[in-house]
């Protein structure tokens, strides 16, 4: 499934994180012409806390505690993410319209659509401000998928849920675990924050490829 000569991002476009990786790893792509698919990966990320059975109400107090740290650490995160997006919000899009974005990620892999492509064309979907700039913009993002992906938006479904689920649990066969990760010869890292030491090892991969 994965090809040892390609650079695979792992995302879920519906949060900002995944949006920003789309992007920055998009333009190392670029910069270092390393070939890149975008691949979905729809996994809730591990929550092992949910897994401790309850116990003492000391035990109980200082899991609520965590848990409510932990989330305004995410709430913190997200509002950070969303102003370096310049967004307001990402809710361009229903359920079923990610789904068949992401069955159209999953089919095109082997002739994937640019990054950077990708990221202006849902980022417009989610900076339109009137109903009528929304609708274009989805259009736009339709044309685009269509192109690439003819059966774009006639399959939906059980069906396409079922492939995305078991791409999802061959990608954590691999060793990806949550969103946004980045696989690069046969290695995971997880988020954009790994790109400086990808770039010294794609630039050390050039060198011996001259």
């Not at 698919?37 to 035990?59: E, S, Y």
């Not at 736009?140 to 995305?164: C, D, I, M, N, T």
């Amino acid at each position: 499934m994965l090809q040892s000569d390609r650079c695979y991002l792992l995302v879920d476009l519906r949060t900002a994180e995944s949006l920003i990786a789309l992007k920055s790893v998009g333009l190392w792509s670029m910069q270092f012409n390393v070939p890149l698919t975008v691949l979905p990966f729809i996994k809730p990320p591990l929550n092992t806390a949910k897994d401790v059975p309850k116990g003492a109400a000391d035990l109980e107090a200082y899991k609520a505690l965590r848990s409510e740290a932990r989330r305004r650490v995410r709430h913190m995160e997200l509002q950070r993410d969303m102003q370096r997006l310049e967004l307001a919000t990402m809710e361009g899009l229903d359920a079923s319209q990610w789904q068949q974005l992401n069955s159209a990620l999953l089919h095109t892999k082997d002739n994937p659509l640019a990054p950077m492509v990708l990221f202006n064309a849902l980022h417009g979907c989610f900076v339109a401000a009137t109903k009528a700039e929304r609708d274009s913009a989805r259009q736009a993002l339709s044309v685009l998928l269509k192109a690439h992906y003819p059966l774009y938006g006639e399959r939906f479904g059980p069906a396409v849920q079922a492939e995305l689920t078991s791409l999802s649990d061959l990608l954590e066969s691999e060793g990806v675990l949550s969103s946004p990760s980045i696989w690069f010869q046969g290695e995971v890292y997880r988020g954009a924050a790994h790109l400086p030491l990808l770039s010294a090892r794609a630039s050390a991969l050039q060198r011996s490829e001259w």
